[in-house]
């Protein structure tokens, strides 16, 4: 049971290139999430998937698409890799939110992306 | 632009010592609260989540105040491997898949 993994742990994009980060989890869950995180700043959620099938934009979408190619797997892409991309994006996953009270369930993260776009 | 804040610290504390930290949230409509934990260059974890009346786990106890709107962390008998930093998480009622995340609290353990 891997959990939540990510590939790759670390690149370098020079500006105007692209790239595809890839997310697979094999806990079953519905629900699936990518955050880019910078110092001094909170995570902040880029695109998310409620389930299968759906994906809806987060606080910070502009730059970058997603995939939910299945379950399991959901990709975030650059088109156009700008300086300001350059970050640690996380990967995560969770059961759907339960509906009473809203309580989220716990998200389960991957180990992460250090991308510097020069 | 809906917040939450915390101290960045870093708080430096003896082991063994007590400590505590808070995190204040903007929106007086957020309804759920978490802790998590994230070591240097690793992903963030679940610590516990934190409920109105209060909720204790081994040396952890989290509180909450609606009337302040904020939330604390109580560390007790401080070891070496709670040596991290600590996220503050809040959920509002309008959506269920976006949290917000604090910039965290460092916390050093020192022998």
């Known amino acids: 049971n891997a959990g939540v993994t990510q590939t790759p742990k670390f690149q370098v994009l020079k500006t105007g290139q692209s790239m595809t980060l890839q997310c697979a989890q094999d806990?079953?869950?519905?629900?699936m999430y990518w955050y880019r995180q910078d110092p001094g700043m909170g995570l902040r959620l880029i695109y998310y998937?409620?389930?299968?099938?759906?994906?809806d934009k987060g606080e910070v979408p502009n730059g970058y698409n997603v995939s939910r190619l299945n379950k399991r797997e959901f990709s975030l892409r650059l088109e156009s890799a700008a300086p300001s991309q350059t970050s640690v994006y996380f990967c995560?996953?969770?059961?759907?939110?339960?509906?009473?009270?809203?309580?989220?369930?716990?998200?389960?993260f991957g180990p992460g992306t250090r991308l510097t776009v020069t | 632009r809906k917040e939450v804040e915390q101290d960045p610290g870093p708080f430096n504390v003896p082991e063994g010592a007590t400590v505590a930290f808070n995190c204040t949230y903007s929106?007086?409509?957020?309804?759920?609260f978490f802790w998590y934990r994230q070591d240097c260059r690793k992903e963030p974890k679940l610590l516990m989540s934190?409920?109105?009346?209060?909720n204790e786990d081994g040396r952890f106890t989290a509180q909450l105040n609606r009337a302040s709107q904020y939330i604390s962390l109580l560390i007790r008998d401080s070891k070496l491997s709670d040596s991290a930093t600590y996220l503050c998480?809040?959920?509002?009622?309008?959506?269920?898949?976006?949290?917000?995340w604090g910039a965290g609290t460092k916390l050093i353990i020192k022998p």
């Open positions: 995560a996953s969770s059961s759907t939110p339960g509906q009473l009270a809203g309580v989220p369930y716990e998200q389960y």
């Open positions: 806990m079953n869950h519905n629900s």
């Open positions: 998937s409620a389930s299968e099938g759906t994906t």
């Open positions: 929106n007086s409509a957020s309804q759920s």
């Open positions: 934190v409920y109105s009346s209060g």
């Open positions: 998480v809040a959920k509002d009622l309008d959506s269920n898949y976006q949290l917000i």
